[in-house]
């Protein structure tokens, strides 16, 4: 009996990346200000939602905003309010 050899991680990242590509699913990569990560670290506190789920909320809540002619209030908001 033959023995496959072991995935490297990069292999299982790859295959991993692969499967959520065909299943509908974009990456998106970008960096944090100081006033998000807060924010991030206080909603994963009292969500437990992983980081996938947090962005994707964050998108959708954003466009519910621009949907229903709130983006200025939001925007006005956050400017006000700096976390």
Do not use: P
Request: hydrophobic letters at 35%; a positive charge; one cysteine or more.
């Amino acid at each position: 009996m033959e023995k496959k050899a072991a995935l490297t991680n990069a292999e299982k990242q790859k295959r991993f990346r692969e499967r959520q590509k065909n299943v509908g699913k974009k990456e998106v990569r970008g960096y944090l200000s100081s006033e998000a990560i807060a924010c991030y670290e206080k909603i994963n506190e009292q969500t437990d939602w992983t980081d996938s789920t947090i962005l994707s909320n964050a998108v959708r809540i954003t466009y519910a905003a621009y949907k229903n002619g709130q983006i200025g209030l939001l925007n006005n908001w956050l400017t006000k309010n700096k976390l």
